[in-house]
């Protein structure tokens, strides 16, 4: 296995390297999850070059446009196994941030384990979840976080859903980089997930169906 070759590459910002390992790698039978482990390294250690300054908002820019890429040729592998619906979440990146990869990938892997998401989008107003929580009644919500400056909005999106009578009907996951056990205590969230497998076991724990 040369999946780490694949993390430095993507660090490096080697496009055609990238993905040519990802096709690669497909090809020789590694699970598309295990491949998406490894680009998620990489974005860690681009993220690692931008805080020290030897990478800029412009190579940030590219590195995303690079894992886009990569995630095309995952995202067939990933949606060809669809199953029985088990559940349902509306999903959607937090107020006052953009990042949107992860959350992407958890709807999409969440989706092809059964559970119908509703993609509310980036940036998502504390009213938005609400509206749609009672619009379409899931038993889930999943809140993405990029950024250590928003945990002040997912708290405040959880206290809009307590405020408007829901937090009880609804089993909260967040999850993004920077999230933890600690962040998901203080914001009052039910689960943190720290990739798309992880969020497919507490999914299921938290529906009681696995
Ligand atoms: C790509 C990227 C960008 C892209 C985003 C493109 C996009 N469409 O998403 C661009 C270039 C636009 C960008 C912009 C910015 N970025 Co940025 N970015 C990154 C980078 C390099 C990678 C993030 C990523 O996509 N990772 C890959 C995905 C797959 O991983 P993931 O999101 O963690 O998702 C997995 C899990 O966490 C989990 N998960 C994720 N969400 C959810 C949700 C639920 C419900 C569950 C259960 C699980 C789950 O499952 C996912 C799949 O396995 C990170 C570095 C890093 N260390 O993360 C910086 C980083 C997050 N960015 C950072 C910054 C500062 C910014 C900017 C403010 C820069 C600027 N000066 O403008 C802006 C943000 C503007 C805003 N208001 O949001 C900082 C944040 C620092 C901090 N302490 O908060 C980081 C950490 C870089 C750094 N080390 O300094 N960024």
Do not use: W
Request: charged fraction near 25%.
């Amino acid at each position: 296995m040369t999946t780490h070759v694949l993390v430095q590459a993507l660090g490096d910002l080697e496009e055609a390297a990238v993905l040519e390992q990802v096709q690669r790698e497909l090809a020789d039978g590694v699970p598309a999850l295990t491949v998406l482990e490894e680009l998620q390294k990489g974005m860690v250690l681009v993220g690692e070059r931008f805080e020290c300054d030897e990478y800029f908002l412009s190579e940030l820019i590219f590195a995303a446009d690079i894992f886009k890429q990569a995630n095309s040729y995952l995202a067939i592998d990933l949606e060809q196994r669809a199953g029985r619906m088990i559940g349902a979440m509306v999903l959607g990146t937090v107020k006052n941030d953009i990042h949107d990869f992860g959350k992407d990938i958890v709807g999409m892997v969440l989706r092809s384990n059964g559970i119908e998401v509703v993609d509310l989008g980036v940036n998502v107003g504390y009213e938005r979840f609400v509206e749609a929580v009672e619009e379409h009644k899931p038993g889930l919500v999943g809140i993405s976080c990029l950024l250590t400056t928003v945990y002040e909005d997912m708290k405040a999106t959880i206290d809009a859903l307590k405020a408007a009578g829901l937090r009880d009907q609804v089993k909260i996951l967040i999850g993004g980089g920077p999230t933890d056990q600690v962040v998901a205590d203080y914001v009052g969230a039910d689960a943190c997930c720290r990739n798309a497998q992880e969020a497919v076991d507490a999914a299921k724990r938290l529906l009681g169906v696995g």
